[in-house]
């Protein structure tokens, strides 16, 4: 078949089924509306609320209209298909499958900038990791390799992690790094200093049926105490000492309350709070240490003016920022204070990286 016949024809018709088959909501771009969006949407005592939005170069830097004209308008950039997502200090991080590459939005100076690392072994991104000393973890896919670039993007060394089948996420806890596997359901932990595998959770010889069993890691998240694993195979939260203990878990295939339908993403705040974000019912969910559920946030509410707000669009990860307050404050409501921010990394829709803060009433002194 002629290829320039097999593009025009049969491509456009991937898309579209792969489309049909997707969530039905609509790409939502910002309203302009000065409507503070809150979850719940009518409560003095608001847990979430909507802040702003950010996909291109545009949402965080501005140029004057005497810059423009002394060295002409700046090149706008956008992410493209944007997967992992992690903070560090004033910038997010947003590995894009699509550059392949990082996006890097720094708060602090209100830059917006790409990094696109020229490596033979470089080809599919999905997470990344910054450590203490600001170096840069790259976890690849494909080659199941971890490329380690520093501050300035310097290419400094790299280690293959030959156990796993498909690794999707990568984190750094003191001196070790940790990668969930989709494919074996197990996390692997690695030495920091010399790369070799030192420990895995669930421990080796766990078998299918048995409590501690994994089966799918879609991701996972670590606090001081446990390892919090989302298993997408059996649609639950599985909750993990670091010696390995299954300490409980909780979940359900469905789409109420509780219940999970494509989960692909968690976040655990400093207090317990468990949230999972789910691509089918494009929501994040909130649970207490228990893993009772609270509420969710990310659907789309519609405005007075008839506009809607942005929504999620199939949220595939998250972190929780507890660094860069001062920047987002000037969006919260004013009867509130702000506890902390939830990035949200959308593959689809207006804006892909989504900012919600957590908010707490302000006491009556401070109102």
């Known amino acids: 078949m002629d290829l320039k016949y097999f593009e025009f024809l049969i491509l456009p018709t991937i898309f579209l089924f792969f489309m049909a088959c997707s969530p039905k909501l609509r790409p939502y771009s ?72 990082v996006n890097i939005i720094d708060l602090d100076n209100q830059t917006y900038r790409q990094f696109r690392p020229v490596h033979r072994n470089f080809s599919f991104i999905l997470s990344m990791a910054i450590d203490d000393n600001d170096d840069r973890y790259l976890l690849d896919t494909k080659s199941m390799t971890v490329l380690i670039y520093d501050a300035n993007g310097a290419f400094k060394e790299e280690f293959k ?37 030192i420990d895995q959770i669930p421990k080796k010889g766990v078998v299918e049926g048995h409590n501690n069993y994994v089966y799918m890691v879609m991701d996972f998240d670590l606090t001081d105490t446990y390892i919090y694993i989302l ?102 409501d004013a009867k509130y204070d702000l506890k902390y921010v939830v990035y949200v990394v959308n593959q689809f829709g207006g804006k892909k990286l989504k900012a919600y803060g957590r908010l707490q009433l302000k006491s009556a002194q401070d109102k």
């Open 30 to 101: 910002d309203t302009g509306s000065k409507a503070k969006i809150m979850y719940p949407q009518f409560a003095d005592t608001s847990h979430v609320q909507y802040l702003l939005g950010f996909t291109s170069k545009s949402d965080i830097e501005t140029q004057s209209k005497f810059q423009e004209a002394l060295v002409g308008k700046s090149e706008e950039t956008w992410m493209r298909k944007p997967y992992g997502v992690t903070v560090e200090k004033s910038k997010i991080y947003v590995a894009d499958i699509g550059l392949p590459g």
């Open 161 to 197: 992690v030959p156990e796993n089948k498909k690794p999707v996420r990568i984190k750094i806890k003191e001196d070790k790094i940790y990668i969930g596997d989709i494919t074996t359901g197990t996390i692997y932990i690695y030495s920091k200093d010399t790369h070799e595998l």
């Open 231 to 332: 298993d997408a195979g059996s649609f639950q939260v599985k909750i993990f000492t670091y010696d390995g203990e299954l300490v409980s878990s909780f979940g359900e295939m469905g789409n109420g309350y509780g219940q999970f339908v494509r989960p692909k993403s968690i976040a655990v705040d400093k207090e317990g709070i468990i949230m999972v974000a789910d691509a089918a019912t494009n929501a994040v969910q909130m649970f207490n240490e228990e893993g009772q559920p609270l509420m969710a946030f990310g659907m789309p509410y519609e405005l007075e003016a008839g506009k809607t707000v942005p929504s999620l669009y199939l949220p595939i990860s998250m972190i929780i920022d507890y660094n860069n307050l001062e920047y987002f404050k000037p969006y919260v």
